[in-house]
């Protein structure tokens, strides 16, 4: 019981840990920082892209993706990363969250992960995390633990549902820059 409750208490260190990350990341790096979306600034959301690109094995991808339209690459970024970190710490549709932030890091890691050790270290234990709440949810002290054993509690729907948004905002963003 006392392993039960300590298990418990670090999967929610855990979930706010990597929901702060998040947050942090949308709120701070993008949200509040007026340089993110000026094409005038180095600190311009294109140029992150275009930088990012040149050493990443999936260049065409980004070039084919993101970068025809970096403003809303750079929203949907933003968006993404403020709703992980709130799904996460709120222990909500913790298995969806994961699974498209793991797409998410996935993407960041193969990009960035070139440019040194935070980008390869940080995307690379992001993705465990996730792989981690995906299969084992969020449990206590969530949102999630009121529908455990339920069909909503399976990591296979949430893990097809996830992984179909994020294809969808893939196919949009490639579509929009056509």
Same mark, same amino acid.
């Given at each position: ?29 993008? =949200? ?39 403003? +809303? ?22 298995? +969806? ?10 993407? /960041? ?11 390869? @270290? ?11 709440? +995906? ?13 455990? @054993? ?15 948004? /994020? =294809?969808?905002?893939?196919? +949009? =963003? ?5």
């Amino acid at each position: 019981m006392v392993e039960s409750q300590r298990s418990s208490y670090w999967m929610v260190i855990f979930r706010l840990i990597a929901g702060s990350i998040w947050i942090f990341a949308g709120v701070f790096d993008k =949200l509040l920082n007026p340089n993110f979306f000026n094409p005038t600034s180095s600190q311009y959301v294109g140029f992150t892209i275009q930088y990012f690109a040149e050493g990443s094995p999936i260049k065409q991808f980004l070039y084919a993706v993101a970068f025809p339209h970096p403003i +809303l690459t750079g929203q949907l970024v933003m968006i993404g990363e403020i709703s992980f970190g709130v799904l996460f710490m709120m222990g909500a549709l913790t298995k +969806l969250a994961s699974t498209v932030a793991f797409y998410t890091n996935l993407v /960041y890691f193969l990009s960035a992960a070139w440019t040194g050790a935070e980008e390869y @270290g940080i995307n690379l234990l992001l993705m465990a995390i996730d792989i981690y709440f +995906l299969l084992g949810g969020a449990k206590d002290f969530s949102v999630d633990s009121l529908f455990q @054993g339920s069909i909503l509690w399976s990591s296979k729907l949430w893990f097809v549902i996830g992984s179909l948004i /994020y =294809l969808g905002v893939v196919i +949009l =963003l490639y579509l929009h820059g056509l």
